[in-house]
């Protein structure tokens, strides 16, 4: 977890960084008062300043706990990024399903994609049965269809077989 | 049934409940979808006009008026389905259209911002990506002050704008739109100077106008002909080549000796390499439309615009002489891709 | 008064006949299930909506679609409540708490409130715009820009509510929301920022698919790592279960109260909106209960605040629509639109020349906040018993509306990769312990905060006494500014402190 942290305060550093190179490109001030480049450019300072605090405090942070064990707040205090064997390769495998969602919402087209996301999701994420995966993977996309483009009228995508 | 899982039996039912009441009650809008035209003539489906602007706005009004009257009058005899793409200022639709290419059943609504989009922001949809169908109609810019303003005419404002330069405060939606290029070209012809405030919407120049937090601002006859109605709201000029048939005392800014015309028009596209039988068909459809009474008393009086079709051809050689013009009002006030190296030229 | 009262009388007649009163329920039915349904917000609810109205008596029309508007304010709190997904712009605060409850087995409570504080602040609002528009209106119009400017400082605020461990981290997720909204169009520079010439950025990120990413699907992915901490939610189905008890009713009383002044207030000014409304709401609240503790863990007030103060905001969004004809939000702009299809002149003259419509539409919207309230009470149980399906299948479902909505938003396909990214970056933020919410808020307060300043610096020429010379806004910069500056330098005085 301290690892997480440094890399999310040398993230927040970098963010500054760029904020300030990419706003000095950009007019600071206008004919009157701030310009385009005026708010990006302190913000960035600001990150900057602050990623120097995250730090600190990570290190801090790692002294105290060093220190007393034990302490363990049981919900927000966990900035653990690990987490049980056994539950790995399903978030995996849910992670995944949600970036080829995504992707290929478009492309594949409502039916075709919530199909496959379904079946996948329910099978290894959800670890279902076959068949009641399968019942989702059929159901769950005609549903929406009928919800969303019958009735809400809401334009969706249609795949490159007109569904 | 014994296959189907117990945690099924429960929320699935529920789940299925809640569908029928969402059908229940969108039944009704369902069967406004309207069949595919049956007829054999083109267009023998369902026609789709991207509006790339925000429902409710004028390209949207537009657009349903003309769809509508098209269908009531039976000019055209199939349906035609109005999709909002917005965003980007209209970029977002336009590139969905562009990319359409040659396809005979998308159409776009289009206006002015096109131009500006290309001219001010670098964008890569540019107009002549598409195939002009047909100009429509043109919307008009009127100046307003509150009622208690101290300028009574525009001449007024003139002499306070060149008395006490960049000291009166002139409200509009934007920098490098309609509002701030009719403000470019008046300081421009009448060698007044003015300080440009830029809101997010209409609607805020209205408010900060009533309120008095600017002196005077340009919008819209629709949007504001309420306001001059009630009293809370004076036109001093229109930027138009005509007087306004609803305002007839309020004059142009050319019969003052200002040689200022900002006219956002309105029209429509179609997809690059439309075929020119499709585009014949859809100008001569909307040829018919302009010339009815219903567009000019429902849509032309009622919006305060100004008539004015143009044939496919035509509509080119116009959008053509429009874009020198708005570049050099943009080249005059320093704005374009070329000022932000942010943003490379495209 | 006695006149405002006819014509109050006169609007129930027309309210109250048998198709109006159809069209209101159909109204509000569909906001319900429009505000519930993520991304499906209300400005795409009207605008779907909007094009079937176009042969319709204007009257109805305006009472099925005003219905809609206030009905996805009841609606919106649904998603966020079960699923931690904002519905709706307005409700992205209701989450902190509303999902907190819910995951202690008290959804239909933390539902219950909302409804409840919704209809009361709901039909004050109503009485409101009934009693005062002209006044307000007036009101209204004295906030320009550095009046707004100093009003968004204070909406700011509200940072001290989320940020949990680390002021440090708080603030950090406030300032990269106020980056990423500088991208896009610069409207007061007429010049692209940040976008690397890509025509998709030139909007920017478009909070609510940002909102819906960094909540839903962070929630989700985050929860995902451990399901058993999900068990399965026992709910009963009376609808009994959606009234609050003697010590919730007393603990929430104050909250609507103040909630539906806030809300009032601060959405009777165009632009400003209900989801400022809401943020600010929720920041008074928990300064002014016994137990700000308990924010952010399922505090009941931090449900029952922002809820009255969306709802009043959107009531009171319709006064600048009806007297001036000036939308105040994205939805009203929508609702004006309408208004000029159905060839309606709107203005300050739509009370006299079209009493019937104007004061129809006011006097529906008593009874559809009535409706409202009613529905909500007797479905609450049946959304809240969703909860009772396996974690792991609501999972996939929250997926399946997070991506269908963040694509209906605008019907396009580079949206839902944004949110998608936002929903990566919404399971780190929850798992190093970076408030998401704040990010939210600077998202939203950004462009506005930084227009509002520019606008008024470009009025004063450049001189910053602009801020405080003119009387509300010297008030409210002073509040606000001390408001800020206090738990920071508090914050600085503990840290800077030898042992």
Redesign the interface.
């Given at each position: 977890m301290r690892p997480?942290?440094y890399a999310?305060a040398l993230l927040?550093a970098t963010?500054g960084l760029a904020?300030i190179y990419?706003s000095r490109q950009?007019?600071y001030s206008?004919?009157?008062?701030?310009?385009?480049g005026f708010?990006?450019f302190w913000?960035?300072i600001?990150?900057v300043l602050?990623?120097a605090?995250?730090f600190r405090?990570a290190k801090s942070q790692a002294a105290t706990e060093g220190a007393a064990t034990g302490h363990n707040d049981p919900d927000?205090?966990n900035?653990?990024?690990s987490?049980?064997k056994s539950?790995r390769k399903?978030?995996l495998v849910?992670?995944g399903?949600?970036?080829a969602?995504?992707?290929l919402?478009?492309p594949l087209g409502?039916l075709l994609s919530?199909a496959l996301?379904?079946l996948v999701?329910?099978r290894w994420?959800?670890?279902?049965t076959w068949f009641s995966s399968i019942l989702?993977a059929v159901v769950?996309p005609i549903a929406?269809y009928v919800g969303?483009s019958r009735l809400?009228?809401?334009?969706?995508?249609s795949g490159p077989f007109g569904f | 049934m014994a296959a189907i899982p117990v945690?099924l039996r429960?929320?699935f039912s529920?789940?299925l409940?809640?569908t029928v009441?969402?059908m229940g009650?969108?039944a009704w809008?369902g069967t406004?979808t309207a069949v595919r035209a049956i007829d054999d003539d083109y267009p023998d489906k369902r026609v789709e006009m991207v509006v790339p602007y925000?429902?409710?706005?004028g390209s949207?009004?537009f657009a349903?008026?003309i769809t509508?009257m098209l269908e009531k009058q039976g000019i055209v005899d199939a349906s035609i389905n109005?999709?909002?793409?917005?965003?980007?200022?209209g970029?977002?639709g336009g590139?969905y259209v562009r990319g359409k290419e040659g396809n005979n059943y998308v159409l776009m609504t289009v206006t002015s911002g096109i131009l500006t989009n290309q001219l001010?922001?670098?964008?890569?949809?540019t107009y002549d990506d598409f195939t002009p169908i047909a100009r429509l109609a043109l919307d008009q810019l009127l100046i307003v002050v509150p009622d208690d303003s101290p300028y009574k005419g525009i001449e007024d404002l003139i002499e306070a704008g060149k008395a006490k330069p960049?000291?009166v405060?002139w409200g509009g939606?934007?920098?490098?739109?309609e509002d701030?290029l009719l403000l470019a070209q008046l300081e421009q012809e009448s060698g007044a100077n003015l300080?440009?405030?830029?809101?997010?919407?209409g609607?805020?120049v209205?408010?900060?106008l009533?309120?008095?937090?600017?002196d005077v601002a340009s919008a819209n006859p629709?949007?504001?002909?309420?306001?001059l109605?009630?009293g809370?709201m004076r036109a001093l000029a229109v930027a138009g080549e005509e007087r306004l048939e609803a305002l007839p005392d309020v004059p142009t800014l050319k019969e003052k000796g200002i040689e200022a015309v900002y006219e956002q028009l309105r029209g429509v596209f179609g997809p690059p390499n439309m075929d020119p039988e499709a585009v014949q068909f859809w100008a001569d459809a909307f040829k018919q439309l302009s010339e009815s009474e219903q567009w000019q008393e429902?849509y032309i009086s009622?919006?305060m615009l100004r008539s004015g079709y143009l044939p496919p051809e035509e509509f080119r050689t116009f959008l053509d002489e429009e874009y020198k013009k708005v570049e050099s009002s943009i080249k005059e006030m320093g704005?374009g891709?070329e000022?932000?190296p942010?943003?490379?030229a495209? | 008064m006695i006149e405002t009262l006819e014509s109050l009388f006169r609007g129930f007649a027309v309210a109250l006949t048998p198709t109006n009163l159809l069209f209101a329920l159909?109204g509000v039915?569909?906001g319900q299930?429009?505000g519930a349904l993520p991304g499906?917000g209300t400005?795409?609810g009207?605008?779907?909506?909007?094009?079937?109205t176009?042969?319709m008596d204007p009257t109805g029309a305006i009472i099925m679609l005003s219905g809609i508007y206030y009905g996805a304010q009841y609606g919106g709190t649904i998603s966020s409540v079960l699923i931690n997904m904002p519905g709706e712009a307005a409700t992205v605060v209701t989450t902190l708490d509303g999902y907190q409850m819910a995951r202690q087995g008290r959804a239909a409570k933390a539902l219950g409130i909302a409804a409840i504080g919704s209809f009361v602040a709901g039909t004050f609002g109503v009485v409101m715009v009934t009693l005062l528009s002209p006044v307000l209106t007036t009101f209204?119009?004295?906030?320009?820009?550095p009046e707004y400017f100093a009003l968004i400082l204070l909406g700011f605020t509200s940072l001290s509510a989320f940020s949990?461990?680390?002021i440090?981290?708080g603030?950090?997720s406030v300032?990269?929301g106020?980056?990423l909204s500088?991208v896009g169009?610069?409207?007061?520079?007429?010049?692209?920022?940040?976008?690397?010439?890509e025509?998709?950025?030139?909007?920017g990120f478009s909070f609510l698919v940002a909102a819906i990413g960094l909540f839903g699907?962070g929630e989700i992915?985050d929860g995902?790592?451990?399901?058993?901490d999900h068990p399965m939610i026992r709910t009963s189905l009376s609808w009994r279960n959606s009234l609050p008890s003697s010590v919730e009713w007393i603990r929430s009383r104050g909250a609507m109260v103040r909630g539906a002044l806030i809300g009032f207030f601060v959405g009777v000014l165009?632009?400003a909106g209900s989801t400022l409304a809401s943020f600010i709401a929720y920041s008074v609240e928990r300064s002014a209960s016994k137990h700000p503790e308990e924010f952010g863990k399922g505090a009941i007030e931090g449900v029952a605040a922002p809820e009255s103060a969306n709802n009043s905001a959107s009531a009171a969004a319709m006064i600048?629509l009806l007297t001036?004809?000036?939308?105040?939000s994205?939805t009203t702009?929508?609702?004006?639109?309408?208004f000029?299809?159905w060839?309606l002149?709107?203005?300050?003259?739509?009370f006299t020349e079209h009493p019937d419509f104007a004061w129809g539409l006011i006097a529906s919207m008593y009874i559809g906040n009535l409706m409202l309230v009613v529905l909500n009470i007797f479905a609450i149980p049946?959304f809240a018993?969703?909860l009772?399906?396996?974690y792991?299948?609501q999972?996939?479902?929250v997926?399946?509306f997070a991506?269908?909505g963040a694509?209906?938003l605008?019907?396009?396909?580079i949206d839902?990769?944004i949110?998608?990214a936002f929903?990566l970056i919404g399971f780190?933020m929850k798992?190093?312990?970076?408030p998401a919410a704040g990010l939210v808020l600077g998202l939203v307060l950004?462009p506005l905060a930084?227009?509002s300043?520019?606008?008024?610096?470009?009025?004063?020429?450049?001189d910053w006494s602009i801020f405080f010379t003119r009387p509300i806004s010297g008030v409210l910069m002073v509040v606000a500014v001390s408001a800020l500056l206090w738990p920071l330098a508090r914050w600085a005085i503990v840290r800077l402190r030898p042992d």
């Open positions: 997480a942290e999310a927040v963010l904020a990419l950009l007019p206008a004919e009157y008062g701030p310009g385009a708010l990006p913000l960035g600001a990150l602050l990623s605090l995250l405090e927000h205090a900035t653990n990024l987490m049980d539950s399903p978030w849910f992670l399903s949600i970036l969602l995504a992707f919402f478009q409502l919530t996301f379904m999701t329910m994420a959800a670890q279902r989702f769950t929406l969303f809400l009228v809401v334009p969706l995508p | 945690f429960g929320w529920r789940l409940v809640l009441i969402c009650f969108t809008g406004a925000s429902p409710g706005g949207d009004i349903r008026t509508s109005i999709v909002n793409r917005e965003g980007g200022s970029t977002i590139a001010v922001l670098g964008t890569d949809v960049d000291e405060t939606t934007g920098l490098g739109g701030s300080n440009y405030v830029s809101f997010e919407s609607g805020e209205q408010a900060a009533l309120g008095g937090h600017v629709n949007e504001i002909l309420g306001q109605e009630a809370g429902e009622e919006n704005l891709p000022g932000s942010a943003t490379p495209s | 159909i039915t569909a299930i429009i499906i400005v795409v009207v605008s779907l909506l909007l094009p079937l176009f042969n209204a119009l004295r906030f320009g820009p949990g461990t680390s440090a981290k603030l950090v300032i990269i106020l980056l500088t169009l610069d409207i007061m520079s007429g010049r692209p920022r940040f976008t690397f010439g025509d998709w950025l030139l909007d699907i992915l995902m790592m451990n399901p058993a165009p632009g600048p001036l004809g000036i939308p105040g994205g702009a929508v609702l004006l639109g309408g000029l299809l060839g002149r709107p203005g300050p003259l739509l049946l018993s969703m009772r399906v396996p792991a299948i999972a996939s479902f997926v399946l991506i269908i694509y209906s605008d019907n396009n396909p839902v990769l949110m998608t929903g780190f798992r190093l312990d970076y950004g930084e227009k300043l520019r606008q008024s610096l470009t009025l004063s020429r450049g």
